[in-house]
């Protein structure tokens, strides 16, 4: 059988490829997809010869992959824009970014510079992934060609770097070239909005509707990458009193008179925050650190990693051996890009002879997101000022995908808690916000100047946190029980189903909807919102959630940056105010057994496994 032929006249992308080629400002992507255009358009031979399929399926590959590059730009959104490296329309590259920086230079234009007749201010940070250096130049470039003033990061730097220096420049915008946590093949472009762009508290906060939509608007007004005019200089590279001010502000987080008594184990996962961490904790006072010294320097390529994200297994096995061997109190991780912070203890709970090595036979494991927020949220709670006679009260938030143990904390406090969508875009714009975190490692613990998640700020807190609990004999395992004791013990998990096809997330949606768990572990379902039709207060959107009459809880929606399904899962048990802690250990066993069979019911609702019979 020798297939269908392959005639180059069935190919119908080959002038928009020639096109895109012709206008691209990179020689190399111009190349790669010259490269595949030759392959697409190679004569089909005839036969069944192994040369002749191997040709054909040469062909064919081809055309798929540029099928894929050229199936339609690379969407810009609230997260602005993330994707693969590579040549075409659908792909990281300089011809995208530069498209994206004039659209978002026309859109300051119209809007900062149209109301006063001002020149609006653009600062441009960048990581150390592949080709992010060029695309914070492009961007430059860009915006000095548009008459925009352009301030550049003198260095690879953390993102939580790039939104201080957004509200500290007082900018009208801020661009971040990262793509955090995601795989090397990737970069991204996250855009802020302040000075004259934002107002209120979402001035140096990511982009949201309408503004995503009309920057989305500009950048598809540009004729051509030719088009956009491009200065040789003319942008400010700044200098290094930017990041000393931002880690100054940092470190002034932290009570001078407190104990600093731990040692502390670091990763920052070939990122860009190792030194800058550094500099944060020795600058507070911790001084007993120890570096993962395979993974302190920035390299693209996260080579001792299969996914440079905290939160997956395996990525911090070097840094819990190195905790094991160093007798350490606490391990912190940041992610490539330094907005997220994963904290791992040693937990007396934990303990497993059938773990991967003698970290995990010792007890140690990662606090989930929820915990380590929780333990900020009631820490930070704590050293508030009450609220001022007819004022208001200092707010604790979260999104809704996260612990509603928060919301009882700060109750419990006096203060006030709100919910909002997911992501920093959504919580850090809260009027008043104290301190919010997302249960993917997320916490803003300094809105004043950074409005985004920073797990350089977070990092330091947790590390005084447990310093003070160490010198009283404690922990924060043992915090985390105070807290299960005080309020209840919140246990939570997240499941996710994973799609090449993509059409299958809204099919998986669709599914969920027209027949969710009628239990959650045994438990009935007494309430099934749709997001989708906006709920207490909050803007439409995608997401189904369950809730039980027994208080456990089931979030269901897209990920927002990954091709995933995410369940978010919640159960709640009972605890004596005086439980001791062998009371808290059998809590804790139930609420994961719970938690388990929640899981169970989840995956068949997704179409993972097949319903028991």
């Known amino acids: 059988m020798t297939g269908e032929p392959a005639h180059p006249d069935a190919f119908t992308l080959g002038a928009d490829v020639r096109r895109w080629m012709a206008d691209d400002p990179d020689p190399d992507t111009a190349a790669e997809v010259g490269r595949l255009l030759a392959d697409a358009e190679l004569p089909a031979p005839a036969g069944d010869s192994p040369a002749a399929r191997a040709t054909r399926a040469r062909a064919a590959e081809a055309r798929a992959d540029l099928a894929d590059r050229f199936s339609g730009p690379l969407l810009f959104g609230t997260a602005g824009l993330r994707g693969v490296l590579g040549g075409g329309p659908h792909r990281m590259n300089r011809a995208v970014v530069i498209r994206a920086a004039a659209g978002l230079a026309a859109y300051l234009l119209e809007t900062v510079g149209a109301a006063d007749d001002a020149t609006p201010r653009v600062v441009v940070g960048y990581d150390a992934r592949h080709n992010s250096r060029a695309f914070a130049l492009d961007t430059a470039a860009v915006m000095v060609g548009a008459g925009i003033e352009a301030l ?7 993102t939580p770097v790039l939104a201080f220096a957004t509200r500290h420049l007082n900018a009208d915008a801020g661009v971040m070239v990262t793509a955090s946590h995601n795989p090397a093949r990737d970069n991204g472009y996250k855009v802020y909005l302040g000075g004259r762009a934002a107002t209120g508290s979402g001035q140096g906060v990511q982009i949201v509707p309408p503004a995503d939509a009309e920057i989305a608007a500009t950048i598809a007004a540009v004729a051509s990458v030719a088009s956009v005019p491009r200065a040789e200089t003319g942008w400010t590279v700044l200098g290094p009193d930017l990041l000393d001010d931002y880690v100054a502000g940092v470190v002034g987080l932290a009570d001078p008179a407190g104990p600093r008594a731990l040692r502390i184990v670091h990763t920052s996962l070939h990122g860009v925050g190792g ?19 395979e993974q302190a320097e920035p390299d693209p390529d996260f080579p001792t990693v299969a996914f440079p994200n905290p939160e997956e297994p395996g990525a911090i096995d070097l840094a819990l051996g190195l905790a094991q061997d160093s007798g350490a109190d606490l391990v912190i991780a940041n992610d490539p890009d330094a907005d997220r912070c994963a904290i791992a203890v040693r937990d007396p709970r934990a303990r497993s002879h059938h773990g991967p090595d003698t970290a995990g036979a010792d007890g140690w494991r990662m606090l989930h997101g929820d915990e380590v927020g929780v333990l900020l949220g009631a820490y930070l709670a704590d050293r ?8 208001h009260a200092p707010v604790l938030a979260n999104s809704i995908v996260s612990s509603r143990l928060l919301a009882r904390i700060a109750a419990a406090r006096g203060l006030a808690h709100a919910s909002t969508l997911t ?19 997320g916490y803003c613990v300094d809105p004043a100047r950074v409005r985004d998640k920073d797990g350089l700020s977070a990092a330091l807190l947790v590390a005084e946190l447990a310093a003070g609990l160490k010198s009283a004999g404690r922990t924060l395992i043992d915090a985390l029980d105070d807290l299960a004791r ?59 959630r369950l ?46 057994e719970r938690l388990d069979a929640v899981a169970t019911d989840l995956r068949v609702a997704l179409g993972l496994v097949e319903p028991p019979r």
Request: aromatic letters at 4%.
């Open 547 to 592: 809730l039980a009459a027994d208080g456990t809880r089931v979030v269901v929606r897209p990920s927002g940056t990954e091709p995933k399904v995410k369940c978010y899962l919640e159960v709640i048990v009972p605890v004596a105010t005086d439980a001791d802690d062998a009371a808290l250990t059998r809590a804790r066993a139930v609420a994961r």
């Open 152 to 158: 550049l990061l003198p260095s690879a730097l953390p």
């Open 486 to 544: 005080e309020h209840g013990l919140h246990l939570t998990d997240q499941l996710s189903a994973r799609y090449v096809d993509l059409a299958q997330i809204p099919a998986t949606m669709a599914r969920v909807r027209s027949a969710p768990p009628a239990t959650l572990a045994g438990s009935p379902v007494t309430e099934v919102v749709d997001l989708a039709d906006g709920v207490d207060g909050l803007a439409p959107t995608d997401g189904l």
């Open 275 to 293: 030194v800058v961490a550094e500099r944060i904790l020795r600058g507070a006072g911790f001084t007993d650190l120890h570096p993962v010294l």
């Open 423 to 441: 992501g920093f875009k959504w919580i850090a714009r809260v009027d008043g916000l104290l301190f919010g975190y997302e249960e993917a490692i």
């Open 384 to 391: 508030a000022r009450p609220a001022a006679a007819g004022g």
